[in-house]
């Protein structure tokens, strides 16, 4: 694992720190963010497109880990912003992100949602359905505005891993299926409205992907709808939005690409279907979210009880869980980790991670190689930057751990440790309802 860095002390190094102190400091469970990896992570997409010399936008999907600081950071890089809830646009506002940068997602946004995505003047709506669409033309109508719009479209590529599946009919929630003639229907009806300004095409293909075909196939499956659909002949698309999905390493199984080489081979495939179609060359905007904090992230625990049960399983238990990481319970997610303590010393014993939800199914890494494990120890599990605390909850009455950030020899908070006060601070007595 190339994140793992020692001190004299052994103690594992994250970002230039010691990360017991960090622990130490500021307590446990704490996530810890890599501010130069972010900062690497969101250049190796914008420098490729540079590289390239295409025009692109590299959105940041904030559904990966959003904080004032966080989306700070993404405008310092230059990155544009994906954000999918009101929740997510008010901290957008709030790290003061610059407007024309932010694009709107979402299957069910709401009147709200739309309203403050009008009256902040943002850049871009994806717009997901009909619903939708009489919504946004109402709005705009009423405050006599124009609003920049893609289209999402299902275009039956599901992408994940390793693996494509090519479904001639999308299942899927999100974006205008094609088939039915919905699609079509739908880019026609944006074509006309006056308000509805109609620049592109968005597709989402999937999430931890370790190949290029999906994408390639995407960008070959939208160019031909537009060709089958003759919409080229009043309409040249100015954007096309592939998504975001781009994979990381968690374990060895995990193989990733460069992140270079989706750019490359987005940008390649692109121009040829241009050409092929004799459209013009739109831009391309991506949205990554896990692969620009992924691996800029990881959680410290520390370890408190331990139970051994003969020829079955060593269960050890750290004062997170499923609160903070919801991943392995949910998706089966795998993880590595270490004793940050005891970085090197030799691994003589097997345990399973347990968090310490009343839930069997809390369990963060099974069967992990470790050296010998007591009370005390601290655990730094990797590469949890994303989905982690954006996903925590109060399960259990559980308060969310604070984030650090890291870089340049400076260690400190960008979200406080939630209290308690905190987690009931909405709870009316039993006495309020009665009166
Ligand atoms: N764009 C759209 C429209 C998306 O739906 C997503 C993710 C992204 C971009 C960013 O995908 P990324 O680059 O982060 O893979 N909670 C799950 C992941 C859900 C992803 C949902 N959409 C997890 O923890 O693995």
Redesign the pocket.
């Known amino acids: 694992n190339e994140q793992i860095k020692t001190n004299e002390k052994d103690h594992l190094i994250f970002g230039g720190i010691d990360t017991i102190d960090l622990a130490k400091k500021y307590g446990t469970p704490l996530y810890v963010y890599d501010v130069n990896r972010i900062r690497a992570n969101a250049r190796s997409f914008v420098n490729q497109f540079e590289k390239l010399g295409v025009k692109a936008q590299v959105a940041y ?1 904030s ?2 880990f959003s904080s004032v600081a966080m989306l700070q950071v993404a405008k310092q890089e230059g990155l544009s912003l ?1 954000v999918v809830s009101q929740g997510e646009l008010y901290t957008a506002l709030k790290a003061d992100f610059p407007v024309g940068k932010i694009h709107l ?1 979402g299957n069910n946004k709401s009147h709200a949602e739309l309203k403050m995505a009008i009256e902040n003047k943002i850049g871009c709506i994806v717009i997901d359905n009909f619903h939708e669409i009489e919504l946004l033309d109402q709005l705009l109508n009423e405050s006599n505005q124009k609003m920049d719009v893609l289209i999402r479209v299902t275009p039956g590529i599901e992408a994940h891993t390793h693996d494509y599946i090519l479904t001639g009919n999308e299942d899927s929630k999100f974006g205008f299926d094609i088939n039915s003639g919905q699609a079509e229907e739908a880019f026609k009806r944006l074509l006309k409205s006056d308000q509805i300004q109609l620049k592109g095409l968005h597709c ?1 293909i999937g ?2 992907i370790f190949e290029t075909e999906g994408f390639v196939l995407a960008v070959k499956r939208l160019f031909k709808l537009m060709n089958d659909w003759k919409i080229n002949d009043q309409f040249d698309p100015a954007v096309l939005n592939v ?4 994979g990381i390493r968690y374990t060895d199984e995990d193989q990733p690409l460069p992140l270079e080489d989706y750019v490359t081979a987005l940008v390649e495939e692109i121009k040829a279907q241009a050409n092929a179609y004799q459209m013009e060359f739109p831009e391309i905007w991506i ?5 620009i904090v992924g691996n800029a992230g990881i959680t410290l625990y520390e370890v408190g009880s331990k139970k051994e049960i003969p020829n079955v399983r060593n269960y050890i238990s750290v004062d997170g869980g499923m609160t903070d990481n919801i ?1 392995p319970a949910l ?1 089966d997610a795998k993880y590595e980790a270490v004793i940050a303590n005891k970085v090197t010393a030799p691994k003589t014993y097997e345990g399973s991670i347990a968090g310490k939800c009343c839930e069997s199914g809390d369990m963060l890494i099974w069967d992990l190689r470790l050296p010998e494990v007591v009370a005390g120890d601290i655990l730094a599990v990797f590469s949890t930057g ?2 982690g605390y954006s ?1 925590a909850s109060h399960y259990n009455r559980f308060a969310k751990p604070a984030v650090v950030f890291v870089e340049d020899g400076k260690d400190k908070l960008v979200v406080e440790r939630e209290t308690y006060q905190d987690v009931s601070r909405y709870d009316l007595s039993y006495e309020q309802w009665r009166n």
């Open positions: 999907a559904k990966a994906d997602h989402h999430s931890q998504g975001g999905g781009f949205e990554p979210g896990r692969a991943r998706y994303a989905y996903m």
